[in-house]
């Protein structure tokens, strides 16, 4: 089992994919656990308030914290994310398709934050797929060692990665590969 890992290059854009992508599999009748951020900016900072979605079905928590005008210290606030961990955690069993996880910040670069909950999920036999930065990207793969599988930015490679390995948990074979018709 691999630990799939995504990272789009705008701003905001990672946090973005994995919204859409959880709420496909929602729709479609998936049940993904973890957390998708949902950002909104500030007109007065512009700087944007970080909330998360707890999947599959909330509760919202904002994980930021204002800090004034002119700082430039990290805003995350360690309590608003480690009550996003319990609500996960609480949800995190067998019967979870995929967990997500909106990102592989500081918090589990040092240890904390999500990061056991990675573990427990592979432990459980559910895939894992997180939000990765260049900034925390050395921590990620020191972590994860081979179980690192980069997933390129867009839902499509997210949906294919995500079926082929709950395909793989479960023990079903995998749909055949589209053929092209040569006649």
């Avoid at 700087?47 to 919202?60: A, I, N, T």
């Avoid at 921590?139 to 490679?157: K, Q, R, Y």
Wanted: charge should be negative; hydrophobic fraction near 40%.
């Amino acid at each position: 089992m691999k630990i799939g890992y995504t990272y789009a290059s705008g701003r905001g854009d990672t946090d973005l994919l994995l919204y859409r992508f959880a709420m496909s599999l929602c729709a479609d009748g998936y049940r993904p656990v973890g957390t998708v951020q949902m950002n909104e900016m500030c007109k007065q900072t512009g700087r944007c308030d970080m909330d998360v979605k707890v999947l599959p079905d909330g509760p919202v928590i904002r994980i930021s914290q204002a800090l004034g005008p002119g700082s430039t210290g990290c805003r995350l606030l360690p309590s608003a994310l480690e009550e996003s961990v319990g609500e996960v955690a609480a949800r995190l069993t067998r019967e979870a398709d995929l967990l997500i996880i909106n990102k592989f910040g500081k918090q589990e670069a040092d240890g904390h934050g999500f990061r056991p909950l990675i573990g427990a999920a592979l432990e459980l036999g559910v895939p894992v797929i997180v939000g990765l930065s260049h900034l925390n990207q050395q921590a990620f793969f020191d972590f994860a060692e081979d179980f690192a599988e980069e997933l390129a930015p867009d839902e499509a490679a997210l949906r294919s990665w995500f079926e082929r390995e709950l395909a793989a948990i479960r023990g079903e074979s995998q749909p055949p590969a589209a053929t092209l018709d040569a006649s």
